[in-house]
């Protein structure tokens, strides 16, 4: 029964086939009028109309197709901008981040250059913690001891003095910056030989006062106020002469010791990389500030004091 009806089927398509190349034979050897050639014409004409109607009533589900799959291929277009965007933007942020460490180390070493600093070993260090206080009086950086920083090391960046290490561990240290209460750097007033002490100013946070200029002392707005070079107490830094602190505001005349406002020059508000001006056994500034920490009380160690004439000279690099 099976075997009939497969060779029934095999009969049927070679007629098919046959009938079929008999009528193409016959429909390539007419002429343009002939029969088959009308036949197909109006086969045309009864099929054309419903083939209109069928493209005009699938042309809303094609459409539907169309824009699913445009819709698929925007979101996956989409997908693949947003990780291109995100790793733009990465790539962004690291070059910025780049370039805003390499202006403060390229600033760092062009004060380096400016100041006779070569007498100290400066370690660059990363500020890693501020303190959480609208006073900003100490930063945490990640260099200590093991990097030979210690107390009373001065620290500075690009723009100039930022503080001193008053605190100090094996792998990190404290800096007390120049407006913190307990600070107070031996300063000069420009190109003049007037020196006073900086220290914060009461009640105004973000300003210094420079002190105890001798009332003759000649000070102008936006005058410079750079470290003095000396030490006046025994617990005081030894600053190398010369670093910028800030510019003068304004003048107070009202004392027997004329004193400044100033302006700090360092933005403490924004320190990433600081430097630490560490001093080697043996150099001119671990020995003067063994010096300084041996002066009795209330004897200051500044150029044209009498017994500290070793002091000044060194100090001062003369």
Do not use: C
């Not at 120049?178 to 300003?207: C, E, F, H």
């Amino acid at each position: 029964m099976y075997d009939k009806t497969v060779r029934r089927r095999r009969a049927v398509l070679l007629l098919l086939v046959v009938l079929s190349l008999i009528l193409l034979t016959a429909y390539f050897g007419e002429a343009a009028g002939g029969q088959l050639h009308s036949v197909q014409r109006a086969f045309l004409t009864v099929l054309s109309p419903i083939q209109d109607g069928a493209n005009k009533a699938l042309k809303p589900v094609r459409d539907a197709f169309g824009w699913i799959g445009d819709t698929v291929d925007a979101k996956s277009e989409r997908k693949q901008l947003v990780r291109q965007v995100d790793k733009l933007r990465r790539e962004v942020i690291a070059e910025q981040t780049e370039r805003s460490a390499y202006r403060e180390l390229l600033a760092l070493y062009r004060l380096d250059n400016r100041l006779s600093v070569s007498d100290y070993h400066p370690v660059t260090a990363t500020v890693v913690a501020k303190s959480p206080n609208i006073w900003y009086s100490t930063v945490t950086i990640d260099k200590g001891e093991a990097a030979g920083v210690h107390i009373n090391d001065p620290v500075i960046n690009g723009e100039g003095l930022v503080g001193k290490v008053t605190q100090v561990a094996s792998d990190g240290a404290q800096v007390s910056l120049i407006t913190d209460s307990t600070m107070g750097v031996s300063a000069r007033l420009g190109s003049t030989p007037a020196t006073g002490i900086v220290q914060p100013k009461v009640g105004a946070p973000n300003d210094l006062l420079l002190q105890y200029l001798p009332a003759n002392t000649q000070a102008n707005r936006g005058d410079y106020v750079v470290t003095s070079g000396t030490v006046s107490s025994p617990d005081d830094s030894l600053y190398p002469p010369g670093i910028p602190i800030g510019q003068v505001t304004s003048v107070n005349e009202e004392s027997a010791y004329r004193s400044v406002n100033v302006h700090p020059l360092a933005d403490l508000h924004n320190l990433d990389v600081v430097q630490v001006l560490t001093s080697v056994r043996g150099s001119t500034p671990a020995k003067v500030s063994g010096l300084a920490a041996n002066l009795p009380a209330g004897q200051t160690a500044a150029p044209g004091t009498a017994g500290t004439g070793a002091l000044a000279s060194a100090t001062t690099g003369k």
